[in-house]
């Protein structure tokens, strides 16, 4: 299994050799909304969205004493905006009080702060602060179980045997690679199987057409932020 999965890896390093956090940001506060803000949405979505955003709010007390309409309005095409604005001017409240304004650096903190979950604190971590971390998001569990990693499907659990295929060094950018290549390639519906470098080594192999082109037409070519 180990062996495997850090084979496939070095194939995901071939295709995506510059895979990255799709989500545009300067500072680790920005990064922290954008992903609070990517819940329910597209990163291309997020990115149009926050160079408002960003220049309105600039440190945690601007979203502490943020105007709740006012935000809302900034953020209403992301989705599900009340909830996402309720939970950003508590985490501005929450990063003032606690921390001194600034976005703490350990995943046991983070995951106390309004909005913030282990795949939203590891993101964080991973990017702003290059502490390795796993991002299961949908696509990341998804490929996980294809390609015969885990048959688990809660996302911590998912994480933690994921983290004993591969040294932490790989963990950050391992997430991007999955997380690139499902949304290129192996796709939830109809995976391009056929277009797939990672067809020899994978168990789903033919859940989506093997023929090479007819699976072409369902590639996706990036990026999408």
């Known amino acids: 299994m180990v062996r495997r ?3 496939m890896n070095r194939e995901l390093i071939q295709l ?3 895979a990255h956090c799709e989500l545009d940001f300067t500072t680790p506060l920005e990064l922290l909304v954008a992903t609070i803000l ?5 990163d291309k979505r997020v990115n149009a969205v926050t160079p408002t955003l960003f220049a309105r709010y600039r440190e945690a007390a601007d979203y502490a004493a943020a105007d709740r309409d006012e935000l809302c309005e900034i953020i209403r095409s ?3 905006y009340r909830s996402k604005a ?3 001017i508590g985490l501005g409240h929450e990063l003032c009080e606690r921390f001194g304004g600034e976005v703490p650096r350990r995943l046991d903190d983070l995951v106390t702060l309004p909005g913030v979950g282990r ?6 971590l991973g990017n702003a602060f290059d502490v390795p971390g796993l991002t299961v998001d949908t696509h990341f569990g998804r490929l996980v179980r294809r390609f015969g990693w885990t048959a688990e499907t809660d996302p911590v659990k998912v994480e933690r045997e994921i983290a004993d295929l591969f040294p932490p060094k790989d963990w950050t950018l391992l997430s991007h690679r999955l997380i690139w290549h499902g949304r290129r390639i192996c796709h939830s519906r109809k995976p391009a199987c056929g ?11 033919g859940e989506g057409p093997t023929e090479e082109e007819q699976a072409r037409k369902l590639v996706r070519n990036g990026p999408f932020s």
């Open 195 to 205: 277009a797939c470098a990672l067809a020899h080594w994978c168990p789903a192999f």
């Open 16 to 18: 995506y050799p510059d």
């Open 78 to 80: 992301t989705g599900f």
């Open 38 to 42: 990517s819940a329910q949405c597209t």
């Open 86 to 88: 309720d939970n950003i």
């Open 5 to 7: 999965a850090r084979r």
């Open 119 to 124: 795949k939203t604190a590891n993101v964080v």
